[in-house]
């Protein structure tokens, strides 16, 4: 995977293997490219479209942000 680092955004592949109706396998190879935010940027962006973050979590079972490898935000619009 490649990156570039100055605009923030990653370039992973999604490979499948898809296998025909007779048995023949083919390998897709989907290019992506991802946008990644930092902690205050997503901070920064929620709050000044005004929105209030009511809770934050790392991951989905709701261990805290800083614990995660996760950046979940519930919040309300103000």
């Known amino acids: 995977m490649t990156q570039d680092v100055e605009n923030q955004i990653i370039y992973p592949e ?5 296998t025909n109706q007779d048995g023949v396998e083919e390998k897709i190879i989907e290019p992506l490219a991802l946008k990644y935010y930092y902690e205050e ?8 479209n005004g929105f209030k973050i009511v809770e934050e979590m790392g991951y989905y079972d709701r261990r805290p942000i800083s614990e995660g ?3 979940i935000f519930i919040c309300k619009k103000e």
């Open 14 to 18: 999604l490979i499948y293997y898809v």
């Open 69 to 71: 490898p996760e950046l």
């Open 41 to 48: 940027q997503v901070r920064n962006l929620l709050q000044s």
